[in-house]
């Protein structure tokens, strides 16, 4: 197992006012994504747990391209990986920002 942390400062705020979501399994080739709205608007965070091991600069580029693209101010991503590649990060990160957008909880 691997531990990895990034943190990012962004452009805004997510939108939607839902505080917490959850997408994806924990499976192989999969990951599960909790996005909780728990930071300031200004940062973002991402903490990974992956059972593949030395992959860091392709996670740092995966959600490097996903901050930009996204600017979740405000949401502390945690994620669950069972060994996804780097297109299957990125959709379901963009599930999480669209869930918490979502109206509701």
């Known amino acids: 197992m691997e531990d990895l942390s990034f943190r990012h400062p962004v452009r ?8 917490s979501a959850i997408v ?10 909790l996005v909780e709205r728990v930071l300031p ?6 903490d990974i747990k992956t059972a ?9 580029a995966v959600i490097g ?8 101010g405000g949401l502390k991503f945690s994620i ?5 590649r780097p297109d299957t990060v990125s959709l379901r990160l963009a ?10 909880q």
Do not use: T
Request: with cysteine; aromatic share 8%; net charge negative.
């Open 80 to 84: 669950n990986d069972g060994g996804a």
């Open 95 to 104: 599930q999480a920002v669209r869930s918490i957008a979502e109206n509701g």
């Open 41 to 46: 608007d200004a940062e973002c965070a991402i």
């Open 12 to 19: 805004a705020r997510a939108d939607g006012a839902r505080r």
């Open 52 to 60: 593949a091991v030395g992959f860091g600069e392709v996670w740092r």
């Open 24 to 33: 994806g399994i924990v499976a192989s080739g999969n990951l599960e994504v």
């Open 65 to 72: 391209d996903f901050v930009e693209r996204y600017s979740p």
